[in-house]
């Protein structure tokens, strides 16, 4: 049995690793593609004692997400999740609220498990409408508020990681004009690390 301290990293594509790698959950047993191409394999690279488990699937919403939660999270005898997830549900026009309602249901869920939770925001993507970036501020406006008084939740601003410097709502560089680079997944592991670091204590 390993005593590596497992992670479970858990979203939509921007968490899978999409466009340059396919999650072990989407193409089992271990995945396949660009293994620099996820912010979990940046994250064992610079801490070997940690098994971060990519539970990512490309294209999901918020709630098709909380949906896998006892599977892929509780199952996984885990002691911190990292939970990205919304930007599908803004870019098929739902509410910010529908992603608040279920971001707070597995936030709960969680800690109700004794599972540390890191909150990162929604990344951008170079071809979102003004009320799409617009909806995904409120989000993650709400994640960051939400983080500051909850119990064993930190906040990691993924967004702001890949983000050009010119322009919050452009990724910084992209292969496909909707999803990070594999140095951008680099960027979301390097503002993760120190939250993680923080909620596992």
Request: proline share 5%; hydrophobic share 40%; glycine share 8%.
């Amino acid at each position: 049995m390993s005593d590596r301290t497992v992670i479970v990293a858990l979203g939509d594509s921007t968490t899978a690793g999409t466009p340059g790698w396919k999650s072990p959950r989407e193409v089992p047993p271990s995945g396949r593609g660009d293994v620099t191409s996820q912010y979990s394999h940046w994250l064992m690279q610079a801490h070997p004692e940690w098994m971060v488990l990519n539970q990512g699937v490309d294209g999901e919403r918020s709630d098709q997400i909380r949906g896998r939660f006892a599977s892929d999270v509780l199952e996984q005898s885990a002691r911190a999740v990292v939970i990205i997830a919304g930007v599908n549900d803004v870019y098929q026009g739902l509410e910010p609220q529908h992603v608040i309602d279920q971001l707070v249901a597995m936030y709960d869920r969680a800690r109700q498990a004794g599972i540390a939770v890191v909150a990162g925001t929604i990344v951008p993507f170079n071809t979102a409408r003004r009320e799409q970036n617009a909806r995904m501020r409120e989000i993650n406006d709400w994640i960051r508020t939400f983080t500051l008084t909850a119990n064993r939740v930190a906040f990691a601003d993924t967004r702001a990681s890949v983000a050009a410097s010119n322009d919050g709502d452009l990724l910084f560089e992209s292969p496909d004009n909707l999803h990070p680079s594999p140095a951008g997944y680099r960027r979301m592991a390097e503002t993760i690390e120190p939250a993680l670091r923080r909620v596992l204590g």
